[in-house]
């Protein structure tokens, strides 16, 4: 059974793997794609042998598949084609209909830990916390996360609600001078970074504009190879095919630690909360900083693009200023049921 690079998310074997084991190219029969790469699918065995091996026989268990997507969103085909996928892959087709879960090696407390750390620099101890984290863990783990060079935008956007009745020149369109700047939800007050989104819609609609105001969004291009911290999907971006295989098990353990690292820099904050719920994110931040990284990716809460919090402002060249009229605000709104509610 052939296949290619296009039936799986994992970049590991999108960009590594398969285009080195290949030995023909043209249309892929597993999911159509043309003009790829292909190999045979028993060609990736020894792979997932090391990461199905993380998996043990379990009766209240579940089906390996299940867990692969999961676990490490691996494939983009459908199920039903990707039981079948790893069934040729592992040449195993009973044992692709055999109930495991993980085993013990994939325990990790690195989630309760953050937790535990969160709660302790917003309640008690900011400066010196004295919560047992695992710093070296979580600057190991900074390394599976880089930001894909291939999907880099250079063109991003900042906004500002235009107030004085004229366009801001190009030079007031920058990160904010330090006696300036207030805290964010990445940098603490006094430490300006540069925020910057995707789109010119993602910047807007990040300040929060009201129907009817005026606000300007000026252009900045930023060099491809920084040396910049994605946190919008974890589970995507790590490939534990790139792992050495005693390291899969624990990073799969430390999966949700991540996700909930991106929730940080994510989940709405109400105004009046921001100067005490801001602050683990903005450790969060520092500590990218510290281990040399020059900014952070997260995906935009109150739009579909992502956001650029730029640790070194000066990287990040300015051009033009664009006028725009803000016409309309989206509202979304789900009920909250209270404990009176469901009497």
Known sequence: MLCCGRCFNDRGLRREIIPRLAQEKGKCPTCGAKDEDLVDAIELGDYFESLCGIYSSSEDGEVLVDWLIRDWRIFSVD?????SLLVEILNDGERVRQKVKPSAFCDSDSLNRWTQLRDELRCRNRFFPETDFEHDRLEELLGSLIFDSEVWEEGWYRARIENSGTLYPPEEMGAPPGER??????????????????TPTTAVAEIRPHPGEIV???EFTVPRGLKVVDLRNPRELVSPFLLRDEDIAPMRGDIAFLERLGQELTTPVLPDAAAIDYIPSQYLCEFIKKCGYVGVVYSSS????????LFAPGEAIVGRVVEYSVDAVSVTMSERLTGKDNE
Do not use: F, K, T, W
Not at 79 to 83: L, P
Not at 181 to 198: D, F, K, M, Q, V
Not at 302 to 309: E, I, Y
């Open 79 to 83: 199920r039903a084609v990707a039981n």
């Open 181 to 198: 700047a207030i805290h964010g939800r990445a940098n603490p007050a006094g430490i300006p970074y540069l925020y910057l989104g995707s």
């Open 216 to 218: 300007c969004v000026a």
């Open 302 to 309: 109150v739009s579909d693009g992502m956001n650029l919090a």
